[in-house]
């Protein structure tokens, strides 16, 4: 191998290497941070209905016989 096309391959890694560095910088500078208070609240309301529902909604969900 000679020395320019190391040269030119190393180039392009770096090239590579360097687009790559600053797309992962803008996805961390895109970072929405915590989760707004309705989603927030949403996913407390529905553990607290599953906690209510307790085992009838388990039951309620297992495959009930079909009879002909």
């Known amino acids: ?4 096309l190391a040269e030119q391959i190393a180039k392009d890694r770096l090239k590579e290497a360097r ?3 600053r797309a992962a910088r803008l996805m961390e500078a895109a970072d929405s941070g915590p989760d707004p208070l309705r989603v927030t609240i949403g996913l407390a309301l529905i553990r607290l209905g599953r906690s209510l529902a307790g085992r009838a909604a388990k039951r309620a969900a297992s495959p009930r016989r079909v009879t002909a």
């Open 19 to 21: 687009a790559l560095a």
């Open 1 to 4: 191998m000679n020395w320019y």
